[in-house]
């Protein structure tokens, strides 16, 4: 059994150094075999890295709001005919709605807040910009754990008055008013092209930094433009809103007050079915990281076959390579090499091309990785790539089982020559 032992351990030795020497005395051909398993394995790196990257960036916006937050929408489906519209295109849900579930005192509730959105155009003096408008309530600023840099957010009086007033997002502020303090300046506000409104600036929100939605928004109170809008009002009187918003008190589980809200909202709305919906940050949470799994695979899925084509490059010319050393595989027989041993040696080159194409891929693949948070899109945010071990292993693993797979067809038949006829073979 030793002597087994120490005879494999031989060959093995032996092999990796025939491979290295080989390897060594065609070096244009060695390097451009090698260059299909670069190239796929740093396809694998780049792509999976960036499926990682776009992974975290949702993950970070979203936890960014609270992990905290339950979202109540208009019910999508027609309580009449059971028809299934898109999402918000419900109008059962009002501000009064809002404010009923607050004076309900509903445990595990922080906090609530109705919410509408739409685009406009904001005008101030010789600078334009177009920005999401939210209409909100005193209570957002504590429902999403924000606060304003300078002034005051919206009152209670300002939706009571249905007063035009706004508060600006920090990058709006930049950007209407570069050179002067917006806080007291008026901006005028353009609605599909047909609606003009002066609002009086009352604040600025504190900045959140990135490519956060409020620095790049305006709110004014939930009942203003409504009121001035014919075709926006609710035959009742009272004001649509698109979603509610509920921030929980920490460590409460949100199934238990998602149930609370429900309830209480069908009392309110006196029907046996929602016709609402309740969405937790969980949940979105969840559903993004589906996408964005999916999205990953599909990056890795693209990456491979870059690899399989280096594969078949790798497995083509170590086939060529029997074909040119049929008499030094034929002299290798004639002193003694058993099959195994020519089947090691064809096996172990193909894995060393691999294993270093591959150790090469992982580390332009990294650098590469580390140096597209620098590149820049223009105005689009810039490409973020997350390298994380599991993925180097992947490829490492990868390139292993390539040489493996790409090795095993020329080694056999190498093996498989007949060293007579192969001491022929000029």
Known sequence: ??????RVYLSIFDAINFAFRSIISTPLRSGLTALGVIVGVTSVIVLVSLGQGIKKQVEDEITALGTNLLFITASSEDSTTGVQGSRNSGLSLTLSDAEKLISSNISGVRNIAPQIDFPAQLIAGNYNVEATVFGTTPEYIDVISTETLSGEFITQKDVDTKALRMVLGSEIAKTLFPDQEPIG??????????F??????????????????????????????????????NPTGDVNVFRIIV???DGVEK?????KISENLKLIHNVDKPDFEITSMDQLLEASNQVTGALTLFLGSIAGISLLVG????????LVSVTERTREIGTLRSIGATKFDIRLQFVTEALTICLLGG??????????????????????????????????????????????????????????LDPIEALRSE
Do not use: H
Request: hydrophobic fraction near 50%.
């Open 359 to 416: 150790v090469l891929g992982i580390i332009i693949g990294i650098i590469i990785c580390l140096n597209l948070s620098d590149i820049s899109f223009g105005e689009a945010e810039n490409l973020s790539a997350v390298v994380t071990p599991t993925s180097v292993i992947v490829a490492f693993v990868v390139s292993f089982f390539v040489g493996l797979i790409s090795g095993a067809y020329p080694a056999y038949r190498a093996s498989e």
């Open 255 to 259: 199934e238990l007050v998602s149930n």
């Open 311 to 318: 594969a078949i490059g790798v497995g083509n010319i170590m």
């Open 185 to 194: 300046k008026i901006v005028r506000l353009s609605l599909f092209n047909r």
């Open 247 to 249: 921030r929980s008190e």
């Open 196 to 233: 003009d409104f002066r609002f009086l600036v009352t604040g600025v929100m504190k900045p959140k930094g990135g490519k956060d939605d409020d620095d790049f928004s305006v709110f004014i109170p939930v009942s203003t433009m409504q009121n001035r809008i014919g075709f926006l009002r």
């Open 1 to 6: 059994m030793e002597w087994w032992y120490r």
